[in-house]
């Protein structure tokens, strides 16, 4: 199985505050080939890593407390973010773990043991932010360890152009068209993901893994599962479809690839 990659989503977010470098470092440690990351922006336009629209579900005040009302990352600025607490939330051993920029995440893993995931949440971003967002990613001349996660094809074709040399993930609705499409513009270099059936991907409204249509997607290129938390689903998604990756939450560790 050493050609298997396991990848850490947000980092090992189950024992260390996701999106945090402490969760990145410690994903690298345990040997996760991917580490999976989300973006968003700050007042003053400056990328970092968040997944959600909103602070108040990962940081916290210096003094512990929770904030009540709703707040933006983009109401806040980076010195305001900076000020945050974003390690609490996870326990008191993790007290005065900030939140990252992303120039600052690219930095610390550019010698890991690791590829970099930039999550879709990216398409979400105004012309001027992605701009800042591919612009910071160029900037730190690492573009072999970095791929993008595409959910739409015109986001796609843009990164693939723009980032040659850069894996292109994608985990859009996967039609014959889009899949002859996304081979065509970057033919070896492409995962799809396709989302198995449980507890975590209960949100999802689209098809899940099964057997056939694993087959299908796999005579377009590699395929990765998201997202798994038992053995029994890393066996199947390995035995039964055929996955070259499959993404955790931190459940799975790496060393485990050895029982299946």
Known sequence: MSEFKFQAHRGDSVSYPENTLVSYLAAVEQGYKIVEMDCKFTKDNVCIMLHDGTINRTCRRDDGSAFEEKIASTALTLA??????????????????????????????????????????????????????????????????????????????????????????????????????????????????????????AWFKGRFADPEFCAEVRKYGNIGIWTIGTMEELSESVKVFGAVAAETNGQLKPYMLADI
């Open 80 to 201: 305001e973010i900076k000020a945050l607490d974003a390690g609490l939330f996870k326990g008191e051993q993790f007290r005065g773990v900030r939140i990252p920029t992303l120039a600052e995440t690219l930095e610390t893993l550019r010698n890991a043991d690791a590829d970099i995931k930039l999550d879709n949440v990216f398409q979400s971003f105004n012309e001027e932010q992605f701009e800042i967002f591919c612009e910071t990613v160029k900037a730190a001349d690492m573009e072999e360890k970095v791929g993008f996660t595409c959910k739409t094809l015109p986001y796609f074709d843009w990164l693939a152009k723009k980032f040659p040399r850069a894996h292109m993930h994608y985990d859009g609705l996967m039609t014959k068209e889009a899949l002859e499409h996304t081979r065509a513009v970057a033919e070896g270099r492409v995962t799809y993901w396709i989302p198995y059936e449980n507890k975590s991907t």
